[in-house]
């Protein structure tokens, strides 16, 4: 078992931050948890996570250019770091692991 552990909400954060490919910031974010998972996330829940992961070194940020339309505020984005990718490879291993283990595992009934 890894040292390193992620709660479910930073996996899926992670995650989102990946499929988002370079334009992950926070309204993106949430739109693409919501309509992904079905899910409601608050700005502020999320906000924290990513400062927590950006913490433990999982992500990286930089803001972007000022917009018109955000009345000159810049918009934060975030990326997966290679080191995150890393812990989202260990993460996934483990759950899979867990899968394999259960005998006799049927979802056709």
Partial sequence: ?????????????????????????????????????????SIGALQTVLRRLEK????????GEATQERGGKRKRFFTVTNYGIQILEETKKQRMSLWEAI???????
């Fill in 103 to 109: 005998p006799n595992l049927s979802f056709n009934n």
């Fill in 56 to 63: 433990k070194g999982y992500l990286n940020s930089e803001l």
């Fill in 1 to 41: 078992m890894s040292k390193h552990h992620l709660g479910e909400f930073e996996e899926v954060v992670m995650l989102t931050v990946a499929i988002l490919n370079g334009k992950a910031y926070g309204i993106a974010i949430i739109e693409e948890l919501e309509n992904r998972l079905n899910r409601k996330v």
